[in-house]
């Protein structure tokens, strides 16, 4: 099992920025790629970011592309979600998931965290 904790969610105006975190324990966390997606009121959850085992690859739904930046320090077990000119669009529950293949599918994720509120205010 691996057991996730995301953080860094909040309510900031247009434009500002925003750094979620996910905080893993349990299994060896390079061991799997990680995943930052949202879902938004009345919406489906959707992919936001991916990143590899290592971190040297990495992957954004083409909404988020040059404003949101995700990385991993696998030494602390976290993975991080950069957010920059945030948008009223981005208000969402956030989360983290874990996954043993590098992957953009929803289901190809075994771990996920409780989510983390982000509110963009117009």
């Known amino acids: 099992q691996v057991q996730l904790q995301e953080s860094g969610g909040g309510l900031v105006q247009t434009g500002g920025s925003l750094r979620l975190s996910c905080a893993a324990s349990?299994?060896?966390?390079?061991?799997?790629?990680m995943g930052w997606f949202r879902q938004a009121p009345g919406k489906e959850r959707e992919f936001v970011a991916a990143?590899?085992?290592?971190?040297?690859?990495?992957y954004y739904t083409d909404s988020v592309k040059g404003r949101f930046t995700i990385s991993r320090d696998n030494a602390k077990n976290t993975v991080y979600l950069q957010m920059n000119r945030l948008k009223p669009e981005d208000t969402a529950v956030y989360y983290c998931?874990?996954?043993?293949?590098?992957?953009?599918?929803?289901?190809?994720?075994?771990?996920w965290g409780q989510g983390t509120q982000v509110t963009v205010s117009s």
């Open positions: 998931a874990a996954s043993l293949t590098y992957a953009l599918g929803e289901r190809e994720y075994d771990f």
């Open positions: 990143i590899s085992w290592s971190g040297d690859s990495t």
């Open positions: 349990g299994r060896t966390f390079s061991n799997y790629a």
